[in-house]
């Protein structure tokens, strides 16, 4: 079933690349019809995939990932609509592509740890996945910002200038982008803390719970994560660090929350593994 939502994200990117070099309104509006519908057939399908297994499918990292892309492509769309810009999402789609890859591809196979059904699990996760995806558009932002700043630096306005938003508006997009993530994330590790202790006091004996901590790769580069942008903040209001240190900062700390995503999801043994 993630086939479909993957070949209506990659067509939606082309259209959206077609719109970016020929600025056209008409093609500009196909896109976004394209990843609309995409965002509706991923929708139908984790609400099938929540059907058959009983809870909201985050338990193995693929579906993890799926939903990831579901709210990046929610949250993108929400700035479309908001601000009128399509420019961006040449930029952004591609990520949604690549992404719903994995699970396409390998779409993994659904826990039913006693100890995940808890409500404080399913905030935990759902919080830090709107987190992350937050992230992704504030990286993307931050990128962005830097292609319009080299073309103006050099004097020469043309293909990027004409086709993406000021460097004002970059910036302040991804300050609220950073804000935002932060917010979502620091609820994320609060409440994952708030279920880790009342997990085990109901599962004293569960040796992935007795291993949370910071050693634990996941745990660490959360907690890495959440150092990054709440530096990225505290920069940007007292030490003046706008524009491309801005930009670098959510660079930085999207890279760590892929690796975490990622790699380390994939092949790093935690205590994050309830399978």
């Known amino acids: 079933m993630n086939f479909l939502p993957l070949a209506l994200y990659a067509a939606a990117f082309v259209v959206y690349a077609i719109h970016f070099a020929k600025r056209q309104p008409s093609v ?16 139908f399908v984790i609400g099938m995939q929540t059907m058959e297994v009983r809870h909201v499918p985050f ?20 700035i479309e609509v908001t601000t009128d810009e399509r420019a961006m999402g040449v930029f952004i789609v591609p990520i949604l592509v690549g992404l719903q890859i994995i699970p396409a591809i390998n779409p993994g196979i659904d826990s039913r740890n006693p100890v995940l059904d808890s409500p404080w699990f399913w905030v935990h996760v759902t919080t830090l996945l709107f987190a992350y995806a937050t992230f992704a558009l504030a990286a993307m932002l931050g990128l962005i910002y ?6 103006i630096k ?9 086709r993406l938003p000021s460097l004002h508006v970059l910036d302040a997009m991804n300050s609220r ?5 932060w917010l979502f994330l620091t609820v994320g ?14 599962s004293p004996d569960n040796s992935n ?14 907690f890495l994560t959440w150092s990054v942008y709440s ?15 801005a930009a670098w900062l959510s660079a930085l700390g999207f890279a760590i929350v892929l690796l975490n995503f990622l790699p380390v999801s994939y092949f790093v043994t935690t205590s994050h593994t309830f399978q």
């Open 177 to 181: 982008a950073v804000v935002v993530g």
């Open 28 to 43: 500009g509006r196909t896109a976004t019809t394209l990843l609309l519908l995409g965002v509706l057939v991923h929708t």
């Open 59 to 78: 338990s193995n990292t693929s579906a993890a990932v799926s939903s990831f892309v579901w709210m990046l492509a929610l949250s993108y769309l929400y």
């Open 189 to 202: 590790v609060v409440v994952g803390i708030v279920w880790t202790a009342q997990a085990l006091a109901l």
């Open 231 to 245: 530096f990225a903040m505290v920069a940007r209001k007292t030490l003046g660090w706008t524009g491309r240190r």
């Open 209 to 222: 719970l007795q291993a949370m901590s910071l050693q634990d790769p996941k745990v660490f580069i959360a």
């Open 154 to 162: 050099k004097k020469h306005l043309g293909y990027f200038y004409t």
């Open 146 to 151: 830097m292609l319009q700043f080299k073309e």
